[in-house]
Nanobody, 122 residues
Framework: QLQLVESGGGLVQPGGSLRLSCAAS????????IGWFRQAPGKEREGVSS????????NYAVSVKGRFTISRDNAKNTVYLQMNSLKPEDTAVYFC???????????????WGQGTQVTVSS
């Protein structure tokens, strides 16, 4: 069974950091571009960052550029999202997804995890 599982979410104060992980089971990630998305209550799911299958190319939403870093370890079948200088507006459920192309467009992705909650609050 193909599965993506996110972990690493939690409650953090403004200015703090979290590292999210996206682990795959049932398939290997090294053939896929991976995207991170987030969805806040009452809002649409938005692309945060993506990374190519090789890890050689990345892109970021303007709102997170300079604060978030995406990386992957294909040997561990895992993709990471390092989030620094977190703001209350970063509060959302964060999802990872696997697809064929580097994109922040959600319909480019075929496989999705269940999400992990990130809450930024004092």
């Amino acid at each position: 069974q193909l599965q993506l599982v996110e972990s690493g979410g939690g409650l953090v104060q403004p200015g703090g950091s979290l590292r999210l992980s996206c682990a795959a089971s049932g398939f290997t990630l090294d053939h896929y571009a991976i995207g991170w998305f987030r969805q806040a209550p009452g809002k649409e799911r938005e692309g945060v960052s993506s990374i190519s299958s090789s890890g050689g190319s990345t892109n970021y939403a303007v709102s997170v550029k300079g604060r978030f870093t995406i990386s992957r370890d294909n040997a561990k079948n895992t993709v990471y999202l390092q989030m620094n200088s977190l703001k209350p507006e970063d509060t959302a459920v964060y999802f990872c997804a696997a697809g064929g192309a580097l994109s922040l467009y959600r319909f480019s992705y075929d496989y999705w995890g269940q999400g992990t909650q990130v809450t930024v609050s004092s």
